[in-house]
């Protein structure tokens, strides 16, 4: 066993595994709401990787982290203004059994660093208020909250909060956005 942490793209076959680890890490941290559509979830290939990156993070050959960028489009432009090149950071999640490593700091760099080579100039992302973790990760990490709102699904609400980061074009990465 290692505690060394692969990272490396998403493949189709890991679909079932990152359903896995979206909810269980979402049910931990109380951000998962039944029933909230994530279309983007079943399209991996098109929606992320087409036009941006869907990384994995292994331990052991088991899927522990995950995390992926896209332009930024729908709701969140909406919502900011996203003018010249905006990456979206998306699906940043930690197995439960494996928080507090730096999994989540290796792939959110690692996403950064993708984002810079794809010629993209800032990150902006979405998170609730009540998730203390990922907020202290990205704030750790230079991103800064840009607008706070407050969100419905049925009759859940809660506050989002919409970061941004500007980034510098950075090395190449040596990890593959997604693999057919």
Known sequence: ???TLQIRGYRPTDHDRVLELHRAALDAAGGYIE???????????????????????ELDNRIVAMGAIRPAMGRLREQIDCAGATAE??????????????????????LERRASELEF??????????????RA???SNGYEVIRRHSIRFDEVERTQLLYEKSIAQSEPSRH?????
């Open 1 to 3: 066993m290692t505690d």
């Open 89 to 110: 950071l998306k699906r940043l999640r930690v197995d439960p059994n494996h928080q507090r490593s730096g999994y989540g700091q290796a792939i959110l760099k690692a």
């Open 176 to 180: 593959p956005e997604c693999v057919s």
């Open 137 to 139: 990760c990205f704030e």
């Open 35 to 57: 029933g909230v559509p994530e279309p983007d979830l079943d399209a991996i290939e098109t929606t992320y990787c087409a036009n941006g990156a869907f990384l994995l993070g």
């Open 121 to 134: 100039d800032r990150i902006v992302l979405d998170t609730m208020e009540t998730q203390q973790p990922a």
